[in-house]
């Protein structure tokens, strides 16, 4: 099963409005990060945050994390059209392995 | 700097065929990660390569299989496809695995190989 889960599955926003998505995870992480992937490309990095902090910015972006329920938001202030895309948090284990989970995504839609 | 290339973009098949998928990493990354993205199961990691070794492989069926060059490049194959198989195959490559809190293994995703099996 996936180790994060996103939620909503979809959202549609008004452009201008802002965007919350949210991650929830299962096991201890040592990072947790966000991408962006356009229909059918590859994902694109947004931000990481790691265990030991609370909340991160980037841009328009705002991440927070808390590791005491497992969970995880991004916001996207000020949307644009061009925000338009599928989200997905990415976590990695607080072992050796290192494959990186994706959890399932949000597809977020701008109505202009 | 380049970023990460996969050939080829677009692939048919068909059942009972094999394939082989290419992943150049940006350069200097050591690490590279294969996944498999359908519209059932998400994003579905398979295996991770380091310095030529699989360091990590997730729940894939002996059909998929990879390997990594001295170069950092990586393939990988999947033999005896199915119709399950069509997929968005999807390569990352970073500068480290990441181990240990003091990771950061950021990954640097290419655009994708879609591969179609009928």
């Known amino acids: 099963s996936q180790q994060g889960e996103e939620d909503p599955q979809a959202l549609s926003i008004q452009e201008g409005e802002n965007a919350t998505m949210n991650c929830s995870y299962k096991t201890s992480i040592n990072n947790l990060q966000w991408y962006r992937q356009n229909s059918g490309r590859g994902l694109v990095h947004l931000i990481l945050?790691?265990?030991?902090?609370r909340e991160k910015h980037s841009g328009r972006l705002r991440v927070t994390l808390d590791t005491s329920k497992k969970s995880s938001s991004l916001l996207i202030t000020a949307s644009r059209a061009a925000d338009t895309a599928s989200y997905f948090c990415?976590?990695?284990?607080?072992?050796?392995?290192?494959?990186?989970?994706f959890g399932s995504g949000t597809r977020l839609s701008i109505r202009p | 700097k380049a970023g990460v290339t996969q050939t080829p973009r677009y692939l048919i098949k068909t059942r009972g065929q094999q394939v082989t998928l290419s992943c150049s990493p940006i350069?200097?990354?050591?690490?590279v990660s294969w996944y498999q993205q359908t519209p059932g199961q998400g994003l579905q990691f398979l295996f991770e390569y380091f310095s030529e070794t699989q360091r990590n492989k997730g729940n894939f069926p002996g059909r998929f299989s990879g390997r990594q060059f001295s170069n950092s490049r990586s393939e990988m194959n999947v033999s005896t496809l199915e119709l399950g198989d069509s997929a968005l195959y999807l390569c990352?490559?970073?500068?480290?695995?990441?181990?240990?809190?003091?990771?950061?293994?950021?990954?640097?995703f290419g655009p994708g190989t879609r591969l179609t099996v009928l």
């Open positions: 945050i790691r265990s030991n902090e």
């Open positions: 350069s200097g990354h050591r690490s």
């Open positions: 990352a490559s970073s500068a480290t695995t990441g181990m240990g809190a003091g990771g950061s293994n950021t990954q640097y």
């Open positions: 990415a976590t990695d284990g607080d072992s050796s392995a290192s494959k990186i989970i």
